[in-house]
Each structure stands twice: as C-alpha cells, then as structure tokens.
C-alpha cells in the first residue's frame, strides 16, 4: 500500500522536513508526521475498517506503514475497555472505564510506539539501535529489536523495576544498569551514536513513536462509537502517548470521524515527586523546567525533562485539560484499591491517576455523567518489587488449624 | 439470551446430570457441558460472527454464559497468532505459529477457564472460593473473584513463581504458601469445603473451565478461516485447555464449520521430570500412574495426577496425536531461544514444546508443509525467578568505556 505520509514537521517552528530519508530531531526538538488527510478522507471510509483484523494496523492509512509492507508485528491487538461501576461508584461517577494496555506485547502500552519505531528505523536500513529506559521502553525496544534480527542496546538506571530490567536479558539485548538518573541513561545513548554507531530510540528523538501511540486515540475513537470520551486521564512521563492520543483527534476530527467534533479534556497525571509539566502547566509556561532529585515509585513517570514538553503542554491546554500531581505516598494503596475492588491489575503509574480521578471528583472538576477513561499503561505483575508481601506458611506435616485460614 | 446448555454429562460413564444446579465430579471424575447443537446449527451462521466483539465472548452459543447475563468480564480478547518464521526454519518447517495467550487478563491462558467458572459459580450463588495452585491459575481465579465481589482462597507450594504468588495478594485474595507440592494444596481445598465452606474451584472439578478453554479451540479454527491447523502442541499438566480445544473441534465438526471436517493432531508434551501422561500414552493406558517426586521448573506442568488423564489421552489418541516428554534440562535455553530469535517472549512451559518441535521434526513426525501451532500461555515476563541473570554496571563518575560496551 502506498504511505500517505506527505511529510515530517518540526513541532517547534513549523519546518517542513522529508520523511523519505531517516530524522530525528529539529532544533533539539521533536518532529511530527503530517499525512495528506484530504487523500485519506478519498480513499477510506469508517466502514471500510469492519472487515479488518483487530489489530493497531486496521488503522493504516493514518500509520507510516501499513501490513502490506511485511511489516514486524508481536500481534499488537485492540486493547480492551473495561467498565469500572465498583471503583466509579466510590468517587461519584456513573461511566468510568480503564482501557488495559497490558494485553500489549511485552505487557505493556510502550509496545504501540516501539513498534512503529523498530519498523521504521528496519527500513531505513538500521541495523543497531539503543534506548535508555527506567520502565518498559527498553523491554519492548528489545523485543522487536529481535524480532527485526537487530542489535539492541538498552540503558537502565539500577533501581529500575526488576522484570523490566529482565525482559530486555531476555529478548538478548545488550543491557548495562547506570548508577544514576534515565538522563546519565540518554547522554550515554546520545554520546555512543558517534562512538558505536547505533540509532537513538529515545523518547520523540525520532518521529515514529508518537505514530504508534497515536493508535490508543484511534482505538478509544472507535470503541467509543466515533464519539470521543469526556474526559481522559493519563499517566505522564515523557509524554508520548498524550500527545500521540491528542493528534489521533485532531486528524479523526479532521476526517470527519468524530461526532459533533468532540474531542476529550486530556489530563496529565504526575506524582508530586517529579511534576515538571504540572509545574509548567500551574505557570502557564509552554516550557518545563527540570525538577532537581525527582523521585516517585512509578519509575515510568520519573521523568524529570521532557524533550516533548510544549507538546504535552499544549495538548492538555487545547483539549480544556489539566495538568495534575498527586500525593506520592497514595500510589501503592490505590494500586491494590484498583486490583481488589475491579479484579484490574494496575502498575503505579495507572495509580497514579486513580488517585488524581479521586482529587478531579472532589474538586468538582468531573460530573457524575462523564465518560472517563483511565489508561492502564502495565500490569501489576511487572511490579513485584513494588511492595512487600507476606504470606502465611502451612506446615502440612501438622493438622490443619482452620481457624488461621478463616481469618 | 438462553443458554443452548442441555445438560452436563459424566465423562466416566456417560451419565446424564442436570445443568440447572451447581455440580462438581461424578464418580470422582469430571463432567462434560453438553449443549443443544441442531438448535445452535438453526440459529447461528459463521456470518453471525462478523459483527461480533473481538473477545471470547463471540462465541456465546457455544458458552455456557453470554454477554447479555451481564458476565463479570476483564476483557478476554482474541488472541493473536503469530507467525515464527525464523524459528520454523530452524527445523525445517515453513508455517509454525505461536497462539500468544499472554495477551489475556492476569497475563495467562488460565483466564480463559477461571472467567468462566467464577461467572458459573456466582450465578449459582456461591460466595467464596478457593483453588491450589502452582501457576496461574491462582492469580486468574483471585482476580475474577475480585471483580466478583468473592471472597477467594488461594493453596501454593511454597516454590511456586514469585509473580504467581504476587498477583494472588494483589487481587486481594486470602492466600497461603504449603512446605508441599499441588496435591498437598488439593487435599486443603478438598477438605476446607466443610471447615470453610468455600466452593472448590480445581482443575476438573467443575464443569465450566473446561468449556472457558475450549475458546482456544473456537479461535484457532476461525483464525485459520474455519480450517483447523494440522498439528497443536500443547503444554499438559491438568491438562483442560487441550481437553477443551478438541472439544471445540468436535462440536465445530458437528455445526459443520470446519472444512474437510479436518481436526489437528493433539500433542500432549511434558517435561520428562513429571511426565504421567506420556507414560500411560506410551504403554497405551487410558489412566494414568501418579508420579512419585515430581520436578520441572516449568511449575504449571508440574501436575503428577490429573483427574482428567483419560480425558487428555482420549483427546491424544482420537486426533491420531502422542504424548511427548522432553528433557528438562533443555527448557530454559528453549525459551531463551524462542525469545531471542522471534522476539516472543515465552513461558517455561511453551520452551518444552518448543524442545518438543525440534524432537518431532527430527523423528519426521512433523512434515515441513504442516500448519502446526504452539500454545504460549504465559509471557517470560512472569518468570523472573528462573534464571540468575547479570548486568554489566556503568559508573557514570567515571569516563564511559566502548570497548565494554561494545563487547
């Protein structure tokens, strides 16, 4: 199938640049991926997608590569939305709903943009890649790393989740642990481009990630019956994902796909250990300043600058969103709050914003009638290092005190 | 919608039992769910299907439940398939695909079955359940009874993988560790039904799992456009999910969808440390001997006496299948190679089919044209215990060294 990419866009000052040869950033800053949406409004129709596998590639006219192009796939399906009266009840409101990325490859969302990213980088030839990672970026950089039949470095601060740290052994990444910050993580990938030759896969350094995300928005568009939520809230560390879901609006929007032209209020969910967009956001500046000794339990939103930050910015500011941090020592209780009252599995970054729903309905800033979706970007099975957990031993070598079970 | 359920059936002996009450074994084995198939013939066409959501639940005919019971639901999507180009060669086998059931909740296959139990039981106004577990069944069961609103008992040998006895706390059910294997956890269950009062919810011992897992089947033979594939191989333990799938295929094969009526050869693989099945398949038994001292490292193939043996081996010896052991020592250089070389992360009990496909093709069993498809049932990511790995450390106080990295 032939791309409808027109071009690529410099998110900072508009320049219009090639997308037939590799890029990565423009004046320090990211790149969009423009398509010609005029073309796609003549070739694709909504019920031309009726007929398509259920898979982030059914939306491929609005995706740099489509499955004609033997593209390297993990079997990267629709996730599922689902309903939270139990949880929803409790804060007052009627239509809440988590949209579970854990049914991703690798277990998580991070599998949408590494897709696209590995993809793309394989047909411009690339044969080694890199990515710092305190989370699950390097798990899944790593694993379609393989799949493509390339070499993968991956760079991880010490204290990173253990399975994340695992996954990237298992799928035979070359993986070093830093005793220091993702950002001594990023100049060591920044820095080896000249000295080993790798591509940098780094969060929006190059401009295909954010296509990937784009397709949470495009499947939340479709679940949603091409009416758009009210209200969605999402975990926020380098950004990706809100500024890819933003954009798969506008061009749906653009399309004439979205009923009433409804888009949905974005809210930026940070932990107060490290809120630089909040920070930001509450100034009312497009830029963010970085937060000195960030710290919060969810590593994937320990994120202290993003390179993305006006665009995460501007998103929540366009959509009538808001930018919120929330109290660091909540995120573990309303993690097992989420699992023991919905039977979901969340990780601490997806708490996070259980939290900041609990703060928005307080705050009066959620009507009971809403359609809110909270985005689960991983299981709670990533993070068994989260929290310390004892069990009651049986020694069945004596009877059986039954009383010590029923309690 | 009402059930085309008619009744339930001993799988001993035929006996017919009514499906309007709760039930559990006849004779100490376990029951059949036996449905009306002309009246499901009369009122669902695979076209039907088309319009349907894209999780287990399309096939609501063939279910005891539907959607419209309002079933207590985490999202069970249709899992992918996904091709292994590069592994298949390997063994001179040009179409061997991986059915990836880690995309499902709790991150296994044991969804399948437990999302079903747990509705049947609830229906049936049981309050509180309880299973032993040395998998992923714990977690899956904890989990649905959460959604639930039950109270949930879940019985591990004290070895059992870390993030299965993880997501039993975190899904809040009562759970304890036994200084014993699987069977030792049974007897408690068994005998708790009377101390506590719970529902027992092991493999076999109700009727519903059975027909969960049998969805395996049902999306195989759609996914493969209604034409079954030749050969599945298929990690046993208990072995419900490949009693489920052949009775998929059969009831498939009496609704005529299946074309030629073709049905794939069932291979029961184990790991030679504990492999029951494999023994009574090889001495041509329909039941099997319980192992004394059982060992893998694969724990949810650690099964040493499964209620169900003769259902496993009829289903085996019907499809013109075998039951295979393979030698345990290989299992976690397989999953590492699976993991490495398709980019597919892939349970310890995948890796013995895995070493199973290479004996197979080495014998000639399996022939290079075949269609042949290996179970994943759970992701690696939920294994981190099973192998000591190491990470080469960067101090970022001092200069970076290439030369290590690139090493």
New interface residues.
């Given amino acids: 199938m032939p791309s409808f990419v027109s071009n690529l866009e410099s998110a900072i000052d508009g320049t219009v640049l090639s997308a037939d040869k590799i890029q990565t950033l423009h004046k320090d800053r990211p790149l969009w991926v423009r398509y010609d949406l005029d073309k796609i409004k003549r070739s694709l129709q909504i019920d031309n997608l ?2 398509r596998p ?2 982030i590639w059914r939306y491929k006219e609005l995706l740099p590569l489509s499955p004609e192009d033997s593209v ?11 309903s939270c009266e139990k949880l929803g009840k409790k804060y007052g409101l009627d239509k809440l709903y988590i949209k ?1 990325e ?6 998580s969302f991070k599998s949408r943009g590494l897709v696209m990213a590995v993809n793309m980088a394989k047909k411009f030839g690339v044969k080694t890649v890199a990515i710092p990672t305190a989370g699950n970026a390097g ?1 899944a950089m790593a ?6 039949g390339m070499d993968a ?1 991956v ?1 991880m601060p ?1 204290d990173t989740p ?2 994340n ?3 990237c ?4 990444a ?7 910050l993702i950002g ?1 993580c990023g100049k ?1 990938v920044r ?2 481009k000249d ?2 030759g790798w591509f940098d896969m780094s969060t929006l350094k190059e401009p295909y990630r954010i296509e990937g995300k784009k397709t949470m928005g495009l499947e939340l568009a479709e679940q949603f019956n091409w009416r758009s939520p009210d209200v969605i809230l999402y975990p926020t560390g380098g950004g990706t994902g809100l500024i890819g879901m933003w954009k798969a609006f506008n061009e749906l929007d653009q399309l004439g796909w979205l009923k009433d032209g409804k888009r949905p209020r974005m809210v930026a969910v940070q932990s107060d250990g490290c809120c630089p967009i909040v920070r930001a956001f509450d100034a009312g500046e497009r830029f963010a300043e970085p937060v000195e000794n960030p710290y919060t339990i969810a590593s994937g939103i320990r994120v202290p600058s993003a390179i993305g930050d006006f665009m995460i910015l501007d998103a929540v500011r366009e959509s009538g969103g808001k930018a919120i941090a929330v109290p660091e020592e909540k995120i573990i209780d309303y ?2 709050l989420t ?7 969340i990780c601490p970054e997806t708490a996070a914003c259980v939290v900041a729903l609990e703060m928005l309905s307080n705050e009066g800033w959620l009507q009971a009638d809403e359609e809110i979706v909270i985005f689960n970007t991983a ?4 993070y ?1 290092d989260i929290t310390e ?1 004892k ?7 004596s009877p ?1 005190d ?1 009383d010590i ?2 309690r």
């Fill in positions: 009726k007929n259920h898979n390297i796939s993990l079997g990267e399906v629709v996730t599922p939305i689902i579970d854990s049914s991703l490859p690798t277990g798990g694993a379609y790393a393989a799949r493509a470095y760079f010490e253990l399975i740290k695992f996954e052994k298992v799928f035979g070359k993986a070093f642990l830093i005793n220091g001594d060591i820095d080896g000295n080993i993690m097992e699992a023991k009252t919905e039977g979901i599995s299981a709670a099975q990533k068994p957990i069990f009651t031993m049986i020694d069945i070598g059986i039954w079970i029923r």
